[in-house]
């Protein structure tokens, strides 16, 4: 049997659904011939840089980490919950129909969802599984703290899709601390959901003779037990793609009740009581409404009733005995193999294009901005050369080279011609590096890291493999990839153009304004910028940090901003509405880590304000120290600190300095970094 590659990519070690989807699948998957690679999106694993594309692509997770598609076929495992695509997932069914060949999905309401939806490419059902050696009727049960005769079991996301608001409303009202009942709500809250858990908890509580609860928010390896300890499963879920919780409980053996909607109509035949729900729009998103006073009937029923015998519950079992992960994975094995790449016809062209630039798109921000003019040099340089948006990638015509934009440049590359070559147009450091910084800074921060990004990380590498030339923004990033290794003969360093603009300056300020802007604040230079502002301690002055407000997580930024008053934390705002500030600050200071330019600080000199730049930082190219701005050494809170009292304490020095700056930023032009791209362009084909 030939192995085929696959790059499994989603959440690989938690304890929710897709998780344990795809734990089960990588495994069922690898005796049927597939060589899996999984880039966890929860572990710090990491693929290997230099694995090849693969011939499949498989992503399972939540819609919103959607990312490109490099496999030969690319396919995508949606378990969607609701009747048709939601607000918050607005350009799923784009996305889909552009950059996959197929879709999984596990069950007929999820297909129904994706073609109300607009998804056009292959579909294929292939239903989960469940592990019936795990999950079975003689499971040994956990020990429920307080167990009564009869137990209710909640297993699943405490979420208001789930319906846990809708249960704990039902199981309060119906009964009291007199009836011989247990509820067990064994969570698995996502962290932005505990507070809204906990507070239904405690409203459930908090009822008069409330009845007996039990929240279970520990976890465990293997939470089969928590099934065969109750006697019947409660799931009156609003929406909900498959069912996992619902099969696991029917493998074991429990008769449940379950909202008649979603995956569980397709294999839930034996030991369910139906919750009738008509269908709903609720805060946007077309659900179930399940009855909270038909719940509180068909939970009394079944108290009433009692626990099923020992046959009963065999039969319920058994009723979903064809339910595997291994048939599962066989389906799909066989749906991945069966699948063709659906790449729309282009007619070819009368003689290759010179040149073709494929990019995201165009706009006025940093990196939008230069693709507008990267995409302007190679149009004026020849009119055969063509600019293919990544959304019609399906159109891109072979060139003799191609150029292409970091993090879209992958697809590009595999595409084109062979022996063509290959221009990359990068705007930073490597991946790697920044992120590096960005963990290490978070920590020292009291911050958790960022979740991982194994796939981001291979492709940034693959493209940077592939490329035959990379260009970027500074020799700062140029001696960044010399480091990792790159031979600097392919390399080429091209200023981005600054714009000039009138001259910002206050007109003498009582309290002199000083500005911080970090899309990637800790990567910036947020930490050294605090420390070096409290140690400094300017009565006379101020700090205004525009940056994301997941900072204020951090307790060493919050420690700052106690101890000094004068820094002040603002929102990020687009790039048009951010200009305005620059006429109400006198200084702008970037210490980053790692910065391939500096869109913020070149600006500012361009309007005439004096900036301080770390040495690690692109712009300091265009800055000679003391004349045209100060540079200081990454991390060196002394020397900050120093350059920031200097600064304050002299508006002539911020006059001289913001002069000088200026006059430095008038060749960066434009103009100029189109002419520069033209040349190396030519030197490549020449």
């Given at each position: 049997?030939?192995?085929?590659?696959?790059?499994?990519?989603?959440?690989?070690?938690?304890?929710n659904g897709f998780a344990l989807a795809n734990r089960r699948l990588s495994a069922a998957l690898g005796p049927l011939g597939w060589q899996v690679h999984?880039?966890?999106?929860?572990?710090?694993?990491?693929?290997?840089?230099?694995?090849?594309?693969?011939?499949?692509?498989?992503?399972?997770?939540?819609?919103?980490?959607?990312?490109?598609?490099?496999?030969?076929?690319?396919?995508?495992?949606?378990?969607?919950?609701?009747?048709?695509?939601?607000?918050?997932?607005?350009?799923?069914?784009?996305?889909?129909?552009?950059?996959?060949?197929?879709?999984?999905?596990?069950?007929?309401?999820?297909?129904?969802?994706?073609?109300?939806?607009?998804?056009?490419?292959?579909?294929?059902?292939?239903?989960?599984?469940?592990?019936?050696?795990?999950?079975?009727?003689?499971?040994?049960?956990?020990?429920?703290?307080?167990?009564?005769?009869?137990?209710?079991?909640?297993?699943?996301?405490?979420?208001?899709?789930?319906?846990?608001?809708?249960?704990?409303?039902?199981?309060?009202?119906?009964?009291?601390?007199?009836?011989?009942?247990?509820?067990?709500?064994?969570?698995?809250?996502?962290?932005?959901?505990?507070?809204?858990?906990?507070?239904?908890?405690?409203?459930?509580?908090?009822?008069?003779?409330?009845?007996?609860?039990?929240?279970?928010?520990?976890?465990?390896?293997?939470?089969?037990?928590?099934?065969?300890?109750?006697?019947?499963?409660?799931?009156?879920?609003?929406?909900?793609?498959?069912?996992?919780?619902?099969?696991?409980?029917?493998?074991?053996?429990?008769?449940?009740?379950?909202?008649?909607?979603?995956?569980?109509?397709?294999?839930?035949?034996?030991?369910?009581?139906?919750?009738?729900?008509?269908?709903?729009?609720?805060?946007?998103?077309?659900?179930?409404?399940?009855?909270?006073?038909?719940?509180?009937?068909?939970?009394?029923?079944?108290?009433?009733?009692?626990?099923?015998?020992?046959?009963?519950?065999?039969?319920?079992?058994?009723?979903?005995?064809?339910?595997?992960?291994?048939?599962?994975?066989?389906?799909?094995?066989?749906?991945?193999?069966?699948?063709?790449?659906?790449?729309?016809?282009?007619?070819?062209?009368?003689?290759?294009?010179?040149?073709?630039?494929?990019?995201?798109?165009?706009?006025?921000?940093?990196?939008?901005?230069?693709?507008?003019?990267?995409?302007?040099?190679?149009?004026?340089?020849?009119?055969?050369?063509?600019?293919?948006?990544?959304?019609?990638?399906?159109?891109?015509?072979?060139?003799?080279?191609?150029?292409?934009?970091?993090?879209?440049?992958?697809?590009?590359?595999?595409?084109?011609?062979?022996?063509?070559?290959?221009?990359?147009?990068?705007?930073?450091?490597?991946?790697?590096?920044?992120?590096?910084?960005?963990?290490?800074?978070?920590?020292?921060?009291?911050?958790?890291?960022?979740?991982?990004?194994?796939?981001?990380?291979?492709?940034?590498?693959?493209?940077?493999?592939?490329?035959?030339?990379?260009?970027?923004?500074?020799?700062?990033?140029?001696?960044?990839?010399?480091?990792?290794?790159?031979?600097?003969?392919?390399?080429?360093?091209?200023?981005?153009?600054?714009?000039?603009?009138?001259?910002?300056?206050?007109?003498?300020?009582?309290?002199?304004?000083?500005?911080?802007?970090?899309?990637?604040?800790?990567?910036?230079g947020l930490r050294p910028l605090l420390s070096a502002w409290s140690r400094l301690n300017p009565r006379a002055a101020e700090l205004w940090c525009l940056?994301?407000?997941?900072?204020?997580?951090?307790?060493?930024?919050?420690?700052?901003?106690?101890?000094?008053?004068?820094?002040?934390?603002?929102?990020?705002?687009?790039?048009?509405?951010?200009?305005?500030?620059?006429?109400?600050?006198?200084?702008?200071?970037?210490?980053?880590?790692?910065?391939?330019?500096?869109?913020?600080?070149?600006?500012?000199?361009?309007?005439?304000?004096?900036?301080?730049?770390?040495?690690?930082?692109?712009?300091?190219?265009?800055?000679?120290?003391?004349?045209?701005?100060?540079?200081?050494?990454?991390?060196?809170?002394?020397?900050?600190?120093?350059?920031?009292?200097?600064?304050?304490?002299?508006?002539?020095?911020?006059?001289?300095?913001?002069?000088?700056?200026?006059?430095?930023?008038?060749?960066?032009?434009?103009?100029?970094?189109?002419?520069?791209?033209?040349?190396?362009?030519?030197?490549m084909l020449a």
């Open positions: 049997m030939t192995s085929r590659s696959l790059f499994l990519h989603g959440p690989a070690v938690g304890l999984v880039a966890a999106t929860d572990d710090g694993a990491s693929l290997a840089v230099d694995l090849p594309p693969p011939d499949v692509y498989l992503f399972h997770g939540h819609p919103y980490d959607r990312h490109h598609a490099p496999g030969r076929v690319n396919a995508y495992l949606l378990s969607y919950d609701y009747a048709r695509f939601i607000p918050a997932d607005r350009g799923l069914a784009e996305h889909l129909n552009r950059r996959f060949d197929l879709v999984v999905v596990p069950a007929r309401a999820a297909l129904a969802a994706c073609r109300r939806s607009g998804v056009t490419i292959p579909i294929v059902v292939s239903a989960y599984g469940v592990d019936h050696q795990e999950f079975g009727p003689r499971a040994t049960p956990v020990d429920i703290p307080g167990r009564r005769r009869f137990c209710f079991l909640a297993l699943g996301g405490t979420t208001e899709r789930k319906g846990t608001d809708l249960l704990l409303e039902a199981y309060a009202r119906e009964f009291t601390d007199a009836d011989d009942v247990t509820l067990v709500v064994k969570a698995c809250a996502y962290p932005h959901l505990e507070s809204w858990a906990d507070a239904l908890i405690a409203r459930a509580r908090g009822r008069r003779r409330a009845p007996h609860i039990v929240y279970d928010r520990s976890e465990a390896a293997s939470v089969a037990g928590y099934y065969t300890a109750a006697d019947m499963g409660i799931f009156p879920f609003r929406a909900e793609g498959f069912g996992l919780p619902v099969l696991e409980c029917l493998a074991s053996g429990r008769p449940a009740i379950v909202t008649r909607a979603g995956g569980p109509l397709d294999f839930a035949t034996t030991g369910v009581t139906w919750l009738r729900a008509p269908q709903s729009r609720r805060h946007g998103k077309p659900q179930a409404a399940p009855d909270v006073r038909s719940l509180r009937r068909l939970m009394r029923a079944a108290v009433e009733h009692g626990p099923m015998a020992v046959p009963a519950r065999q039969r319920i079992a058994d009723s979903v005995r064809a339910y595997t992960w291994a048939a599962c994975a066989t389906r799909l094995s066989r749906a991945l193999t069966q699948a063709r790449p659906r790449r729309r016809a282009v007619a070819p062209p009368r003689r290759r294009s010179s040149t073709v630039y494929v990019y995201l798109t165009y706009g006025v921000t940093s990196w939008k901005h230069q693709s507008t003019r990267v995409a302007r040099a190679l149009s004026r340089r020849d009119p055969r050369h063509r600019n293919v948006p990544f959304a019609t990638l399906a159109q891109m015509p072979p060139a003799s080279l191609t150029v292409a934009q970091s993090d879209y440049a992958l697809e590009a590359f595999l595409r084109a011609p062979a022996g063509a070559p290959r221009l990359l147009h990068r705007e930073s450091a490597p991946l790697a590096v920044g992120l590096a910084i960005v963990q290490r800074e978070r920590q020292a921060c009291g911050l958790p890291p960022l979740p991982p990004r194994p796939l981001a990380l291979w492709r940034d590498a693959q493209e940077a493999q592939r490329a035959d030339v990379i260009v970027v923004p500074s020799q700062v990033a140029l001696a960044a990839y010399v480091a990792g290794g790159r031979d600097p003969r392919t390399m080429r360093a091209i200023w981005p153009g600054i714009v000039q603009a009138r001259v910002a300056r206050r007109a003498a300020p009582r309290r002199p304004r000083v500005l911080f802007v970090g899309t990637s604040p800790f990567r910036k940056c994301p407000n997941d900072i204020l997580l951090s307790p060493v930024v919050l420690r700052h901003l106690t101890r000094a008053r004068s820094i002040s934390v603002h929102p990020l705002r687009s790039y048009r509405g951010f200009l305005p500030l620059y006429a109400d600050v006198d200084v702008v200071v970037l210490p980053s880590f790692e910065d391939g330019f500096g869109l913020v600080a070149a600006d500012a000199m361009a309007r005439g304000l004096p900036v301080i730049v770390s040495s690690a930082s692109g712009v300091s190219e265009l800055v000679r120290h003391g004349e045209s701005g100060l540079i200081v050494d990454a991390d060196r809170v002394d020397t900050l600190a120093s350059a920031l009292d200097l600064t304050l304490g002299s508006a002539g020095l911020r006059a001289r300095l913001g002069d000088q700056g200026r006059e430095a930023t008038r060749p960066v032009t434009w103009r100029e970094f189109e002419c520069r791209w033209q040349a190396v362009v030519d030197g």
